[in-house]
């Protein structure tokens, strides 16, 4: 694989863009663009896609002009147009269409960097902002062991979703040197970040993009000549919409419009590959096939290192759950078996550790049942060093969440050596099935009670749980980064897609 | 206002005494109707009426003890008027669990005051408690002021169930809160635009509270309150539930659909995902729903049986009048016309007949074009090039809507309809051209494959322009061809409703209730 900058100098004017793009377009055959005026140029180039008129080619010669991807009606007006047009039209049509749908000001004037056969990861949103949880953590495992062992380039979207661009420095750092940086980055205002303009090349979704970039990124997928794959996290807000909010389910949707054009999806646990390969196997109705879907499991983390588990050093055993506070997670139950625990007489602290959340119900409980004497704790939005200190003292953690797409609070327990309770079903069943955990079913108050009074009460079952956690295999990061390019990118590479 | 928001009781619960001296304190109607359904309630339970209220709660506390939340779903149901919604009903659940039953129906009790100064006629309304019976939920389309795809579905088949079976006939209450008997005359007539959310307007009949019944929804559902209902219904309370599966465009083709529909339709099917049984109007419809049911397997959801049952298409109806008009009015004399039926939202890829006709009226082949339908989400790049068309002067015509009998001329003057629709769940002009023995060009796959198999259609790509184009070309130049395709389509085997009818309610129907 080969990676070529084309122009990487000023080439903000359109002459510019359009010499650049000019090999691309009319292949190696054709020598000096660089003496041919603007206009000379533009009638060669629309002539040239006229004279073979592929959707690939429109596409790039679009995205020159217009400083952004076309939408699907965009590509497919385009199509029609040149079909029926001569030079002047399809040119007019192109110069028109790029000025009526210009909604990012900053767009003409960025720098535009033209890639060919090279691996592109977009990071958008992990690369902007500080959170750091599920999506963002694996982005910020996976990219710096990327970039270590291949040529990659991390990109983001410019504003309004127009195109790909180029990281900032900032952003950079955010992506590939979060252990050094931490959160203490701001955000770059008025970034001028090169447009990225992929040409025959893998584009990875590694985060689910959002906005209007899903509009831009479907015909990007099936008609640019480049390839785009995905790491396939879960499909909750369709298949649990009722316990999300609904912007989460309009946003899925529109995500799912782009995935049934990629070509490969990894999930990063075998039930959220199952997920994916379910909406896979919904796709002939429409007369598509889909992506090949693999499975690519996430790793569960290192063992912390650290003081060892001083829960001897409680006076009274501490329950823990770890999980945003939203209905999904099943807080309610586990605060319904705590206290018909409490009520026979166990002494245990219960401690809730979350972000955000909604709803009232919860709280209302929690302040009830706090009323009410019983040792409740909450804490939101805890460094990273109080988590780790929280699994250690744990005696157990309950994470009876209704829908994972892999139950990070279920591995990283695991990883602080703290068994767990889980739900018996999906990717919370794979990560307990090599030890450590007890299953229950989810929605059934009576086993969650059974399952907490065993582990509060048999001092036997809680060590042999711990023996068994200390019998599991670890998977790294490392392994995690290079088993998802043999899965994603490899195969489109070698041209063997299973 | 939530179920049970409780106010929760600091005791071991109120004594049975207490409870039953505030019961029959209650006044007027709102009283008599609580005595009522608490008698109902009981017997339902298998109790037998003893008169006092004492002696009910007594057997209530009894039912309840057992922790079975079929049971708690009747009781709420029963008590407050009002379907639960999941999160009320585990509340009463981990309720009665912790504090005993009695506690519950103290909860439901302040519950109740509250509804009386939200909505003071609630606690009034006549309750029926239906049991072992077909519930039949025909909501939306008992007030819709329409008759097209679903609604039309809907009505035909409820129409002859209710001609061969006794079923019970609901529509939603106000607040989309409980099941009420449907007058059957409000449930044939396609009205105006009612609005059943007035009580002002639409008079409610009796609270219909199904228990141990097949609950049947042949219409979709999309009311944020009803689906919560719906689904509690559907999961929890016993009863055996079904509904009629048209399609998953919304979630699976999410690009050409109305920016929430996507939301409002994964909310549907999280509800879906809690019946029974779903019978889809196509195979390639089934094929969606499967896969849909693959997905529920990360929530640990087994999910619904799923059949496929063939809509059937209507017998054309043709008088002279309508011919005459369809010639006259709608048709280009001397060429033949070729006829595309539905909306113009981007699914139905109409703009790609534009762009094929253009290139075949470029040709200089001779026919004009007609489509029939409205406009819809993002149809103004449509209506766009179809004015630029007719500016160029060809011969395109666009009407809104026609009549039935305007619409089956239409089908019989035409040469040939074209229908290159990117999903359907079932494709009903491809049927109804047929139908009329007018051959139609469709999409070499899902719903419009599966109807144009048994002869009378040619099929394209619908993402290929120019084999769409190809496809026309054949149709209106090769003679024999054509008159080949029409004799295919006049020998298809007909379907009826009655046979649509039989085979849902065959599969939806428990044997000892048919």
């Known amino acids: ?498 | 206002m939530t179920m049970l928001s409780m106010r929760r009781l600091r005791s071991r619960g109120p004594g049975v005494a207490g409870l039953a001296k505030q019961i029959d304190a209650e006044p007027g109607t709102r009283g008599r109707e609580l005595r009522r359904r608490l008698s109902l309630l009981v017997q339902t339970l298998g109790g037998s009426d003893v008169g006092q209220t004492i002696d009910h709660l007594e057997r209530l506390e009894v039912e309840l003890a057992h922790g079975d939340a079929q049971v708690m779903w009747l009781t709420l149901a029963v008590l407050l008027g009002q379907f639960p919604i999941e999160s009320s009903l585990r509340r009463a659940c981990r309720m009665a669990e912790l504090d005993g039953p009695l506690a519950v129906v103290a909860a439901v009790m302040a519950d109740r005051k509250d509804l009386e100064r939200e909505h003071p006629n609630a606690l009034r309304h006549h309750l029926d408690i239906v049991t072992n019976q077909v519930v039949v939920d025909l909501h939306h389309t008992s007030g819709a002021k329409f008759n097209t795809g679903i609604q039309r579905v809907a009505r035909e088949v409820v129409r002859r169930w209710a001609e061969t079976h006794d079923i019970v006939l609901v529509g939603w209450k106000s607040g989309y809160t409980a099941l009420y008997r449907l007058p059957e005359s409000i449930a044939w007539e396609t009205k105006g635009d009612v609005g059943l959310d007035d009580e002002s307007v639409a008079p409610e009949g009796s609270i219909i509270v199904p228990w141990r019944s097949t609950y049947v929804l042949p219409e979709l559902l999309g009311e944020a309150g009803r689906v919560d209902r719906f689904q509690c219904l559907a999961h929890f309370s016993g009863n055996r539930s079904s509904v009629i599966g048209f399609d998953c465009v919304p979630m699976t083709t999410g690009e050409t659909a109305i920016v929430g529909m996507g939301a409002d339709f994964a909310h549907y099917l999280s509800a879906v995902a809690r019946t029974d049984r779903v019978a889809t109007i196509s195979e390639a419809s089934a094929v969606e729903f499967r896969g849909w049911r693959a997905m529920l397997k990360g929530a640990g959801i087994e999910g619904p049986e799923i059949r496929a049952i063939l809509l059937p298409a209507d017998k054309p109806t043709l008088n002279d009048e309508a011919l005459a008009i369809v010639r006259d009015q709608l048709a280009v004399v001397g060429m033949p016309m070729v006829l595309v039926v539905g909306s113009h939202e981007p699914r139905k890829n109409h703009r790609a007949v534009l762009h094929a006709a253009e290139m075949l009226w470029r040709e200089g082949l001779s026919f004009s074009l007609l489509f029939v339908g409205g406009n819809s989400w993002n149809s103004e790049r449509f209506t766009h090039n179809l004015h630029q068309l007719q500016a160029e002067g060809r011969p395109v015509h666009a009407v809104r809507a026609l009549t039935d009998e305007l619409l089956w001329a239409a089908y019989a003057v035409a040469r040939c309809t074209v229908f290159p629709s990117i999903n359907e769940g079932f494709g009903l002009p491809v049927a109804e051209s047929l139908a009329s023995g007018t051959p139609a060009i469709t999409s070499n796959f899902g719903s419009m494959r599966e109807i144009a198999e048994a002869g009378g259609a040619l099929l394209v790509d619908p993402r290929d322009d120019h084999d769409i184009a190809a496809a026309l070309k054949r149709m209106l130049t090769d003679d024999a061809l054509h008159a080949s395709l029409a004799r295919q389509a006049r020998e298809r085997p007909a379907r009826s409703w009655e046979d649509y009818a039989r085979e849902t309610w065959n599969y939806f129907v428990d044997p000892s209730l048919r």
């Open chain 1, 1 to 498: 694989m080969t990676l070529t900058l084309s122009s990487a100098t000023g080439n903000h004017h359109l002459q510019d863009r359009l010499a650049a793009v000019a090999p691309l377009i009319f292949g190696s055959e054709h020598t000096s663009p660089g003496q041919l005026g603007t206009a000379e140029l533009l009638t060669q180039l629309v002539d040239s896609v006229l004279s073979d008129l592929r959707t690939d080619r429109l596409w790039l010669l679009f995205v020159t002009i217009a400083a952004r991807y076309p939408t699907q009606d965009e590509l497919a007006d385009g199509v029609r147009e040149f079909e029926l047009s001569d030079n002047d039209r399809a040119t007019l049509w192109l110069l028109d269409t790029a000025v009526e749908g210009a909604d990012d000001g900053s767009a003409p004037r960025r720098m535009m960097t033209f890639v060919q056969d090279a691996v592109l990861v977009e990071v958008d949103h992990s690369a902007k902002h500080n959170l750091h949880t599920g999506i963002q953590q694996v982005v910020r495992e996976l990219l710096p062991r990327w970039t270590r062992d291949h040529q990659v380039i991390p990109v983001a979207w410019t504003p309004e979703s127009g195109s790909h661009r180029a990281l900032t420095e900032t952003e950079l750092a955010r992506v590939l040197k979060w252990g050094d940086i931490g959160d203490e980055q701001t955000t770059d205002y008025a970034e001028t970040s090169p447009i990225i303009v992929p040409w025959r090349c893998i584009v990875v979704l590694a985060e689910v993009p959002l906005g209007n970039a899903p509009l831009r990124l479907a015909p990007l997928a099936h008609s640019s000549g480049n390839s785009l794959v995905a790491i396939g996290y879960d499909c909750i807000p369709i298949v649990s919409s009722d316990l999300v909010p609904t912007p989460d389910s309009s946003r899925f949707v529109n995500y799912l419009s782009v995935i049934k054009h990629a070509r490969r999806v990894a999930g990063i646990s075998a039930s959220a590959t199952t997920e994916f390969q379910g909406f896979v196997e919904t796709l002939p109705t429409q007369g598509l096939l889909g992506p090949v879907v693999v499975e690519c499991m996430l790793p569960t983390s290192p063992r912390r290192s650290g003081p060892s588990n001083d829960v001897a050093t409680l006076d009274r055993p501490m329950v823990l759950m770890v999980g945003s506070f939203e209905p999904r997670k099943n807080h309610l139950a586990v605060l319904h078996a705590a206290e018909t625990l409490w009520r026979a007489g166990l002494d245990f602290d219960l401690t809730f550790i979350g972000g955000s959340g909604w709803g009232s119900e919860l709280p209302d409980r929690i302040d009830e049942l706090t009323h009410a004497g019983r040792p409740i704790t909450v804490l939101r939005n805890v460094d990273q060093s109080v988590l780790d200190r929280a699994y250690r003292s744990a005696t157990f953690t309950v994470f009876p969440s209704t829908h994972e797409g892999f139950g990070l609070p279920v591995a990283e327990s695991l990883a602080a050596e703290t068994p767990v309770i889980t739900s018996d079903f999906g990717s919370m069943r794979e990560l307990a099935a090599a030890g450590g955990a007890l299953t229950i079913d989810p929605h059934d108050d009576a086993a969650l009670v059974t399952a907490m009074r065993t582990l509060l009460t048999d001092a036997g079952e809680l060590e042999r749980l711990r023996l068994q956690i200390a019998d599991r295999t670890l998977r790294e990061w490392d392994d995690y980064a290079a088993e998802l390019w043999a899965a994603l990118i490899t195969p489109l590479l070698s041209g063997d897609e299973q």
